[in-house]
Every structure is written in structure tokens, then in C-alpha cells.
């Protein structure tokens, strides 16, 4: 294809889907919460390649307004370029061009348009202390709970009285859902006081609360009682933890007013139930209806596994399970529960326990246990996630306390 004379297809916006994918990288410490524009973002963008022949290369182009670009990025041959010095607040408008060897240069792709920001604070409703090193409960009301509980007047604070243990301290956050994490904030006790005021830190994501690898941020925080705040790469995690290393003054104790984690909602996905398959039911009735073990994950709301009941006393009791295969080893980090929509509620389960195998034979202990609102809504429950090819979902009791199991629909969700 001859470029000059023909148009190159990248411009089509067919042909050139441009994505973005937001990196925050610079830390900055001392800053309020409003008060972005003291630091700078990069924005990571990538694009599909495109479909002509005799591309040597793309370049970037960025705007303060649509189609007026004042920056250019050669990205040469790669798909992928990083934007830098972006501010945050600051909406910006992109486009991709392709050139080839000869420099001759494709029209814009189509343009996206993009409002920087630092993430999100995660609601702290979604918060909850994993663990703590040390909690002062004696001397004074320095519970760690106190350190997510949103009020500025409450504060974490290590042991001071009888013993004062010293550094490292650290507080283990559970975000209770799965976030992209990019960041956190550190607001240091208000009250006047300074002890336990952190200088030194180590912040750390992890989707297991058990292997936390390397910080995604380590620094020193900026003196004074502003609030601090810490953006990072983003990490995927169910987990958080800010390790303390030292205080301000030297002092063996660590506090805090406040401690916000920023980040999305990460993505995971329902399993197509296409890719579901019933290994085992320990029971299910054939006779007095069709409550096949199979109808639970026939995507059909209206057709439900049952336990037997008919043709043999006594009935089968509980506990009973469902064991899927999924097709493919997967990161399970959630169920869907969907009980009976046909106005009956026999076997909807109470409590329940569920599980994740590589094998199918070794269960080990249940990824999560429970217990299920008495009512047909679709339940769903989410856990820091497992690897594994099968998962298990044992009921342990029926709503009112019958011996039968049953689901409408049983989905898997997977990150
Ligand atoms: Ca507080
Ligand atoms: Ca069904």
C-alpha cells in the first residue's frame, strides 16, 4: 500500500482501538486531600496495532483540547507509550498516528479524551483491621479500628502502657472486595500530640494477607500533622498493609488518625457456565421432579437442583455439595448463589461452606464459610481468591431447618 496516495487504515476507527491505562508514579507526601496539582501523573496508553502493511512506527499526540495537540511522543515501533507530566484534574485528549519508513504520517486515530485522577478512596465501609502489631486499649481508647473508622478525632496508637514495643509497627487492612490499589493516604493523629507520628514506611498490597512481596512504596513522610498521600503502580489486592519503620522523633510508638486506601474496583468475572461442569452431587432427586444436579448450572433461572426426597426415608440430610469442574485451572475469588425463583424455599441454604481444588480430592480448609440471608435474592460472596480447577459448595443447613438442598443457579467467579 502506497501511502500518500491511499489513506493507511489506522485512522479508521475501526482499525485503531485505543485504550488507556492509567499509572500513578510520583509519590508526594504533605499534601491535602483537594490539593492535587502538586504532583503529576503518567498516563501509560496502548493501542492495537494497525492492520496496513509498512508501518515503522506510531506517535502519540496530546491535547488540552480535542483535536489541538501540543505534545508529541515518538513510540517507534512499539504499541505502547508513556505520557508524563500529566496533572491530575486535568482532562486531556489523545490520539495515535502511524508512520512508515519513508515518513510519511497516517491521520489521527480516533481521539480519547480523558480526565486524570488518583484514584479513588475506597469506601471505608469496605475496610476492616486484618491485624495489628500493638493497640494501646488501657492508657487510652488507641484501638486500630480507630485508624479506619473516617473520624479524624479517634486515633491508633501502639501499647504505651507497661511496655512500649518498638519498630517496626504495622496494621493490616482488608479491603473485603478486589481493588486495583494505587495508593494510600496516612493523616497523622490531630490532637496536638506527636508521638507516634510515622517518619519511615513500607506500604504493601497483597491478595492473600499471607504473601506480601515487595512494597509498592516505601519513603519518609514529610513533616507535619497534614495528611499524607502515596500514589503508586497499582497492584490488584484483597489485602493492604502500612509497615511503620520509624517515628518522627525516635520514639518507639507508632499512631494514626486516619488511614484511606485509594483504588477501582478490580476486574473479575462471572464464568461462563458454558464452562461448568457437575463432577458430584451427594444427592439429587430424579423421581418426584427433575432436580438434576445439572439445573444448577443450566443458566436457566427456572430449573433447580434438589436433594432427594421421594422414594427413600430417611431423606437425605445435610451437609450436602455440588462439586463443578472448571475447565481450566482459575483464580476463584467468588460464588453466586441464585436459590429457587419459584416461590417455594425448600432447600435454600443457610449455612454453607466453599471450597477450591487443583485435584478434586484435596479440599483442604473452605476459602470461605458463612452464612446466607433467609430470602431468594442472589447471594454472592466474594474471598481473597485461590487457585484451582474445582470448587465445592457444601450447604450445612436449610433457611428453616430442613433436610433438603437446592439452587436455582450456581456461578463462579474468577479474576
Ligand atoms: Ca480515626
Ligand atoms: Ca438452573
Redesign the pocket.
Known sequence: MQFGEKRIRTGSIANLRLSIFLYALTVIAGIHVFCGSAYALTATLKWSASPSTGISGYKVYTGLSSGKYSQVVNAGNSTTAAVSNLQVGQKYYFAITAYDTKGNESPFSQELAYTMNDGSVIPYSQLTVESVDSEELAGENGAAV???????????HTQWSGSSPSYPHEIVIKLNGWYQVNGFRY?PRQDGGVNGMVAKYSFYVSTDGVNWGTPVSTGTFAAGTGQKQVLFTGKQGYYVKLVGLSEINGGPWMS???ISVLGTPATVVLLPSTQLAVVSASSEELIGENGAAENSIDGLVNTIWHTQYSSVRPVPAYPHEIVLSLGASRNVVGFRYLPRQDGGINGTVANYNFYVSSDGVNWGKPVVSGTMAKDTKQKEVLFSGKTGLYVKFQGLSEVNGNPWMSAAQIGVICR
Open positions: 480507630n485508624a479506619i473508622d473516617s473520624r479524624t478525632g479517634t486515633i491508633w493523616l494514626a488518625a486516619e
